[in-house]
């Protein structure tokens, strides 16, 4: 019995896409590190295993300057943050770290503009 996988999302690909970049950038010293994060929780019956705080930004980056910069990544922006993710977001912008709320490709390079870096596009 085999489940078909359903068409990856927008959103999803957007991630990808911002994670390729990410990782690429980390690879030629543009930033210092990148991570994703996953967050809620996942399993079945009594075995589940709990991911980071719900809210909690789907990627962070550090700038080589130690910056830290976090990415909520969303199909559109007709879509709200959730209060768990306002909540973080006001916490991260409270210490220091910049956030931003990325829905494609062009706003991603924008976002990376700010911080001084070109756009490199990995075409591996």
């Given at each position: 019995y085999m489940i078909k996988k359903k068409n990856k999302s927008i959103e999803q690909e957007l991630s990808k896409y911002c994670g390729d970049q990410l990782e690429f950038a980390e690879h030629c010293g543009q930033i210092a590190y990148h991570e994703r994060y996953n967050s809620g929780k996942f399993g079945s019956g009594i075995y589940w295993i709990k991911l980071c705080r719900e809210g909690t930004a789907d990627r962070m980056f550090r700038i080589n300057n130690g910056h830290t910069v976090w990415l909520e990544i969303k199909?559109?922006?007709?879509?709200?943050?959730?209060?768990?993710?306002?909540?973080?977001?006001?916490?991260?912008?409270?210490?220091?770290?910049?956030?931003?709320?990325?829905?494609?490709?062009?706003e991603f390079w924008l976002m990376f503009k700010d911080f001084g870096i070109e756009y490199f596009e990995d075409i591996r």
């Open positions: 199909k559109s922006f007709k879509e709200n943050l959730t209060d768990d993710q306002n909540m973080f977001c006001a916490i991260m912008l409270s210490i220091g770290d910049s956030y931003y709320f990325i829905s494609s490709k062009e």
